[in-house]
């Protein structure tokens, strides 16, 4: 029986070891060549593809290389191409980076663009909520907004942890020594990515924090991730005014 639940404790330890591997090897890989992971990049291109997008469209954190949002095939068909960013202003193929901080967008007037994108940015704004309010107000009613950052969610594996955790309990030589005190984070940790200063790194999100906090003015909300740590993506369209309606 102790053999049982010791070899349970040492493969969930490499796990957690083996996960964070995997998250610095995908962030020394992206901070070398400044580009998002491809399957986040992906995601984005599905999102666009069904949207068939052929109007103005905004990518806030843009970047002046291919591997920016503003380069997806999906984006073709866009009238008018622009970028924001603390480094700037910038050139790039078909579209413009303007400096700028997306707490503030004061150069863009209300209800430009027809869709506005963000990633990997919230988690580095300290004050993202202004960001969220600015997207708000530069994006058309009815106009597409996809946003993402690393998170964390509920994973099925959690269904184990508490049962998990009991059998720990019941074995003799994990309660006399109290080792348990040593086992409980990575009974009970949440797995997500690592720091990574840019310059700052201030916030992780949840799924639920994209339905009632990002979009919660939208409609049509849609919240997927991917990978391992989760990217987390959320997708809606910003609500037409009441006013507009009647």
Not at 93 to 108: L, P, T, V
């Given at each position: 029986m102790i053999i049982k639940y010791s070899t349970i404790i040492y493969l969930k330890i490499n796990l957690y070891n083996h996960l964070e591997d995997i998250a610095k090897y995908h962030y020394s890989l992206q901070k070398q060549e400044k580009k998002m992971h491809p399957r986040v990049y992906q995601e984005f291109e599905k999102i666009c593809s069904e949207k068939n997008i052929n109007g103005s469209v905004l990518e806030i954190g843009a970047i002046p290389s291919s591997n920016s949002l503003l380069c997806m095939k999906s984006l073709e068909k866009a009238t008018?191409?622009?970028?924001?960013?603390?480094?700037?202003?910038?050139?790039?193929?078909?579209?413009?980076?303007?400096?700028?901080?997306?707490?503030?967008?004061?150069?863009?007037?209300?209800?430009?663009?027809?869709?506005?994108?963000?990633?990997?940015?919230?988690?580095?704004?300290?004050?993202?909520?202004?960001?969220?309010?600015?997207?708000?107000r530069v994006t058309k009613p009815g106009g597409l907004i996809v946003l993402g950052t690393p998170g964390y969610k509920y994973f099925k594996i959690d269904n184990t942890k508490s049962l998990l955790t009991k059998a720990v309990m019941k074995v003799p030589s994990i309660r006399s020594l109290r080792l348990y005190k040593y086992l409980h984070p990575f009974l009970t940790v949440t797995v997500t990515h690592q720091v990574h200063d840019a310059p700052g790194d201030y916030y992780r999100f949840s799924p639920q924090t994209f339905k009632e906090v990002f979009f919660a003015e939208m409609d049509n909300v849609e919240v997927r991730s991917v990978l391992l740590p989760p990217i987390v993506i959320g997708v809606g369209h910003k609500r037409h005014s009441l006013k507009a309606t009647e």
């Open positions: 008018e191409k622009v970028g924001l960013d603390l480094k700037g202003p910038q050139k790039f193929k078909d579209f413009k980076i303007h400096q700028g901080n997306a707490n503030s967008m004061d150069i863009f007037q209300d209800e430009k663009f027809d869709v506005v994108l963000c990633n990997a940015v919230l988690e580095h704004d300290k004050y993202f909520w202004k960001t969220i309010s600015e997207i708000n």
